[in-house]
């Protein structure tokens, strides 16, 4: 089992930064891909950005190239999201999951190739 937990979100401007963190416990982290999932009112939970096991391979959402970075620290059991430039349209809660196949890294933005998930934190942007 893994236990992920979010922390970070709040509110900011448009134009504004936040990191998000999420803290693993449990299962080898450092063998484990994750992901960055984010899901507004009456949307469905769409994928924000992956990063491999080790650190080195990152995917990231055409709607946030360039102003998101996923990063991790597997000293520190931790995943970040930076989040630069953020938009309205950024307003979501942000989840963090893992995947359980330790050492493998596929790069999917699909929630079922996720399984252990966060509850979440909020991020609002104000225009």
């Known amino acids: 089992q893994v236990q992920l937990v979010e922390s970070g979100g709040g509110l900011v401007q448009a134009g504004g930064s936040l990191r998000l963190s999420c803290a693993a416990s449990?299962?080898?982290?450092?063998?484990?891909?994750m992901a960055w999932f984010r899901q507004a009112p009456g949307k469905e939970r769409t994928c924000v950005s992956t990063i491999s096991w080790s650190g080195g391979r990152t995917y990231y959402a055409d709607s946030v190239k360039g102003r998101f970075s996923i990063s991790r620290d597997n000293a520190k059991n931790t995943v970040y999201l930076q989040m630069n430039s953020l938009k309205p349209e950024d307003t979501a809660a942000y989840y963090c999951?893992?995947?359980?196949?330790?050492?493998?890294?596929?790069?999917?933005?699909?929630?079922?190739?996720?399984?252990?998930w966060g509850q979440g934190t909020q991020v609002t942007v104000s225009s």
């Open positions: 449990g299962r080898a982290f450092s063998r484990l891909s």
């Open positions: 999951a893992a995947d359980s196949r330790a050492g493998y890294y596929s790069g999917s933005f699909e929630t079922r190739d996720y399984d252990y």
